[in-house]
């Protein structure tokens, strides 16, 4: 994505050098990572900050968003959601075969072409890399630890109602009642898939962070 806002604090730079200090201890060629949580906690933060601290210890990496891979734009996506009703939301809006794709061509060291969402005028682009030395592969959404390749699974445990009573949205960010709905339907569909992780990281209130 791109056109968007990323708040990193001290919380998501505390979970990436736990995550980086993982990392080394097990690294292997092309190792791939997993960051799933509920909106708004983090997923996209703790990926940046994560990989900030890997380049310091000379690991390259590169994120891939999983928000880029609906298959329709935001605006259009929710149109379609109101038009079939709330029990639309779910995996299938998702295309798993580009991310499969992309995906392979990361552990084949290809050249490979990915969905880049434009937040500011709700359009796809595409964007073409080069994954020969990228050392390691960060895919953050919410329904990334369902990917079964990943060598490590993140869940953010927090949920987005304690994330925003800890951090209140602003005025114009607040979500309508329609919108109400929609983080409910992701809450019960990210808890769905919370045990196919295996490493788990929580923002209390203090900003620590615990794993297990």
Known sequence: MYEFELRIGKKHRKAAKLLADKITEEIKPKYLIAISGENRTGKSAVAHSLGVRLKKKGIIAKIIHMANYYYLPPAEREEQRKRLGIESIGFDEINWKQIRQNINDFKNNKTSTLPLRDALN????????????????????????????????????NTFKEIISDEPLPEDESPDAWK?????????????????????????????????
Do not use: M, W
Request: charged content about 30%; some cysteine; proline content about 1%.
């Open 122 to 157: 709700n359009h796809i682009d595409k964007l073409t890399t080069d994954f020969n030395g990228i050392d390691v592969l960060i895919i953050d959404g919410l329904y990334a630890i369902k990917i079964e390749e990943c060598d490590l699974k993140v869940f953010i445990e």
């Open 180 to 212: 109400k709905q929609v983080y409910k339907r992701e809450h019960a569909l990210v808890k769905s898939i919370k045990n196919q992780a295996n490493y788990f990281v929580d923002f209390n209130p203090g900003g620590e962070e615990f794993r297990y």
